[in-house]
């Protein structure tokens, strides 16, 4: 048995929406990285799944930069997120509030 | 697959194209050598930001003199394989972001000075982003396109969190890290979709290089219907929506270009913006041409609450900054009118590149001032500190009042040519309840704009606040001061001299 184009595409379409609604309701910053992360694994996913029933390469390609541009930004989202905590200690977003005043 | 590989790098090799991104080469090796610079010794290392200015300035003058567009032959040629092609815009545009590059490295020059942070990385950084916007609003694919606009946006969420003493700056660079990703993922999962349908062999018209432009926009063309496409497109929109500030990604905006060091706001408002606007055109006029019917009332409708948002909540603010935010998100409206309305009429494109123009001098004059004059932390200027600011500076006050005439769109300012053309270009588009709206948030953003001249010149208390605080300007702001603003006068009074309307 194979599995179709379109289970793949809705397990990536939920993992999107899943990192999505974590974005934008959690409140921890480190979580909120997870799932953007998750979120880009989503379109990674789509990515290769297409690329596989299409018979293309191009999406095997692309999902090569998108890793590392992943990569880079965690890397300065971590590093922004130290200092931030050095200062303020914290990194709840509701208590990042310090402009608008 | 190897065999083709070969034959492509062959290709590459054998016509030499990369004459064709010379520009960006030179930029790049720039901004390598200003960290080699400061590796040498402390002696040379203070020599750092006149090297960058004065490296851009000669990239700027050689790009002046040489068109590099024309390395390839004639517009809307394509390099490297279809990622790169050469349109209209491409020399200009590239003038514009080494122009930009190199005003906020002087106003970074002005920032820097007695501040304890790093020198070199942040000439660096501007640079890299000048040669990654140049290379995005080229970009003929989306590959070239995602990986451009990455390396300006990481550039970016460094120079936010540049003064990583302050957690006002922190905290706009976390806030702009998240959004900005966030948009970046949407951006993606759209052209995933656009990718898959483009290159589904059940369809016709599918491509084997469906992220190439060429390639979607002959297979929207047949397939204009196909939710799948439409899903996409609407995805990829509100990626570039969020990169430009427009109602509803703009919720960023404000918070960022508070917290973030004042010549880094005055680049994320003009260069970031500039490429956002480019970027839309060129895939407006590509991939998504079969799709305008569609696109059409969402971008007039994002077009209309951009401008009254952003006019109306500026309104109510008081901080210098976020002001300039929330009126770049009605700039943004005002532009994507042009936009909007390039799907009928043919010269709108040049209005919108003469906008982004008149935007550009007149937003450094402005942000040029705030450098000047703002002392300790520049995320808490307020009009109330400006008042009778023009007793101690008049110059200051002169050059603010003809950059925020500019942006307000007082004759004889470039500001006014540039948003008489784009409502020109409405009303001969049909738009009328558009126009209707753009003209009232003219209005509107008037009274906040004279607000601000009011304060420095008419304020009935005697207080000096800032004004006495502030040194008075040395020849040389004076100087760059004064050509940008006869700049922009000249630009209002022959807008045909950037030989664009």
Redesign the interface.
Known sequence: MTIGLNAFLIVAGLLFAIGMLGVTLRRNTLVIFMSLELMLNAVNLALVTFSRYNGTMDGNLFVFFIITVAAAEVALGLAIIVALFKRRETIMVEQLNALNR | ?NEGLADFLRGIAATNEWWYIMPEILLAVLALGLLVLELLSPAIRKHVPRVAMGGLGLILALLLMVDCSDCMGANGQSAFGGLLQSNEWSHLMRVFFVFSALMVSYLGGIFLAGRNLAQSEFYHLVILVAAAMMLLVQSNH??ML??AL?MAT?AF??LV?YR?TS??S??????Y??LG??S??IL??GI??L??AG???ALPG?S????NFDALESFIALNPDNPVVLTGAMLVLAGICFKIGAVPFQIWV??VY??APNPVTAYLAIASKAAGFMVLLSLLHGPFLALQDFLLPVLVFIAAASILFGNIAAVMQR?LK?LLGLSGIAHAGYLLIGVAASFTIEWVDNAVVFYLITYLLASFVVFLVLSLSGEGDD??LNIERYANFSREQPFLSGALTCGLGSLAGIPPMGGFVAKLLLFVAAFQAGLYGLLGVAVLGVVISVYYYFGWIRALYFNGSSVTALGEASNAPTLQNRFVLCALVVAIVVLGIFPAVVSLV
């Open positions: 697959m989306f590959v995602f990986v990455e990481v969420y460094v969190a990583r957690s006002l922190l905290e706009a660079g976390i806030k890290l998240i990703a966030l970046s993922s993606l999962f995933v979709l990718y898959g290159g589904n062999p599918a084997g290089d469906s992220l404000p918070d508070q917290g901080n976020r995320a808490d």
